[in-house]
């Protein structure tokens, strides 16, 4: 990874714990932590887990993400798509930060829709493994990891061009549901869901494919 993809991390990071130390006296004892389908409140924290939980999950998830090109067997290929690698990294430590961003608003008391505000950024993540999907080359840890797939050279580039592309149209649906709010959480999942279960099954039927 980068110094500069690690700075603007790290920076990301430095600022969740700041916030939550300045904020720390004016939450309540117990924050709102968890939210239903509907956008209702169903679940709750203590204040120190709900202002630093999510700033030491960035620590750890960043921890792994070094991590992992490192202790991959297949490491020389990430290495190849390694620019799309970091650059989700980056992606997924900014989507964490403004689900914090969020919950400490929430918590303030700004009362808003948050399936709102959290429809459209699941839908640029999503794309966005669409990219990283659609460019990852055979390793452990990254992709639509199946037997199938690990197994076979062919198999993975087949079952990686195709399910990016189903990963970047699974993110416009999802922009497609926010003017719809009762319904986005079917927006979100179901689409997920069915690229998931397409790409296991592709990935069978290519491998046998191959094998004949």
Not at 42 to 61: C, E, N, Q
Request: aromatic share 18%; glycine share 8%; with cysteine.
């Amino acid at each position: 990874m980068r110094k500069s993809e690690i700075f603007i991390i790290a920076g990301i990071i430095l600022l969740s714990f700041a916030i939550g130390i300045y904020f720390y006296p004016q939450m309540p004892e117990k924050m709102a932590s968890h939210w239903n389908a509907l956008g209702q409140v169903d679940g709750y924290t203590s204040k120190f887990w709900g202002l630093f939980l999510m700033p030491f999950l960035s620590v750890g998830l960043l921890l792994l993400f070094i991590l992992i090109p490192k202790i991959d067997p297949l490491k020389a290929n990430i290495e190849i798509f390694r620019k799309y690698y970091d650059g989700f990294v980056v992606l997924v430590i900014v989507f964490l930060s403004y689900l914090y961003l969020l919950t400490v608003f929430w918590n303030l008391g700004m009362k808003f829709s948050m399936i709102l505000f959290l429809t459209p950024v699941f839908g640029i993540f999503f794309y966005s493994c669409g990219i990283l999907v659609e460019n990852a080359k055979r390793n452990w840890f990254i992709g639509i990891r199946t037997p199938w797939t690990l197994s076979n050279e062919k198999v993975w580039e087949k079952t990686h061009k195709i399910g990016g592309k189903l990963f970047k149209i699974a993110g416009i649906i999802v922009l497609l549901g926010i003017p719809f709010q009762s319904y986005a959480i079917f927006f979100i999942l179901v689409p997920v869901i069915l690229v998931l279960v397409f790409t296991i099954i592709h990935s069978y039927f290519a491998y046998q494919s191959e094998k004949k």
